[in-house]
C-alpha cells in the first residue's frame, strides 16, 4: 500500500532555531494535512493546504508556522523560531479527494525535541 | 465545535477476550466519526468510519463500532482479541468529510497472552 513518508523521524533543535520538517505525500494526492500531538495530550490539527493554498488553519498555526510545496512531491512545515511547547509529534497526512475524512493516510510522524 | 472524550487511557486485556473502547463526542452539528490505529513506530491508520446509515459500522482487522446518537457514542468493539490488535486506538469526529479531525486522547490497548 501507499505511504506518506516523513524525515527525519526524529529531530532535536535548540529554542530560537528555525526548524524545517519534510514529508513526502502519496503521489496522487492533491489535500495535504499537518496535526501535531505533545506527549500526553490529544492529536490536534494545525492546518490543510491545497492547491498551494491553505484551505484551514487551527488557532495554534500562528505567524510561526507556515507550510509549502516547494516541489511536485515534498510538503514542508517550517517553525521559523522554535519554542519550548514546539515539542511534539508532528503528523503529515494526504487525500486524494477533498472528502479527505473518508480516506486519510498518515505518515509515522516526526518527534521534534526543542532544548 | 466538537470534542472527543475516551474514557480509557489504558485497557489491558487477555488474547482472544471480548474488547470495548469507549468513546464519546459532543458536538452542536451532525458529525462523522472515525476511528484510528496507531502500531509502535507508525503513522496512524483509519479503521473504520461512520458517514452515514447503518449505525453499525465494520472495520479492518475484525473491530465494529456503533453510532449512538442519543448517547452521543462511538465505542469500538471486538469479540476476540490478538496479541497483534495491541496499539494505541484514536476516536475522532469532524463536522464533515473535509474538515479537520478533532482526536481524544486515545486509548492503549495491551493484550497480554
Known amino acids: 500500500e501507499p505511504e506518506v513518508t516523513q524525515t527525519p523521524s526524529h529531530q532535536v533543535t535548540q529554542m530560537g532555531q528555525e526548524v524545517i520538517l519534510r514529508c513526502v505525500p502519496i503521489?496522487?494526492?492533491?489535500?495535504f494535512y499537518w496535526y501535531r500531538q505533545i506527549l500526553g495530550q490529544k492529536v490536534e490539527f494545525l492546518v490543510s493546504f491545497y492547491n498551494n493554498e491553505i484551505s484551514e488553519k487551527s488557532e495554534i498555526f500562528d505567524d510561526q508556522f507556515s507550510v509549502e510545496r516547494p516541489d511536485g512531491s515534498n510538503f514542508t512545515l517550517k517553525i521559523r523560531s522554535t519554542k519550548l511547547e514546539d515539542s511534539a509529534m508532528y503528523f503529515c497526512a494526504s487525500s486524494v479527494t477533498p472528502r479527505g475524512n473518508e480516506k486519510l493516510f498518515f505518515g509515522s510522524g516526526t518527534q521534534l525535541s526543542v532544548l | 465545535a466538537q470534542s472527543v472524550t475516551q474514557l480509557d487511557s489504558q485497557v489491558p486485556v487477555f488474547e482472544e477476550a471480548p474488547v470495548e473502547l469507549r468513546c464519546n463526542y459532543s458536538s452542536s452539528v451532525s458529525v462523522y466519526l472515525f476511528w484510528y490505529v496507531q502500531y509502535p513506530n507508525q503513522g496512524l491508520q483509519l479503521l473504520l468510519k461512520y458517514l452515514s446509515g447503518s449505525t453499525l459500522v465494520k472495520g479492518i482487522n475484525g473491530f465494529e463500532a456503533e453510532f449512538n446518537k442519543s448517547q452521543t457514542s462511538f465505542h469500538l468493539r471486538k469479540p476476540s482479541v490478538h496479541i497483534s490488535d495491541t496499539a494505541e486506538y484514536f476516536c475522532a469526529v469532524s463536522k464533515d468529510r473535509g474538515s479537520r479531525l478533532t482526536f481524544g486522547e486515545g486509548t492503549q490497548l495491551t493484550v497480554n497472552p
Open positions: 503521489s496522487n494526492h492533491l489535500y
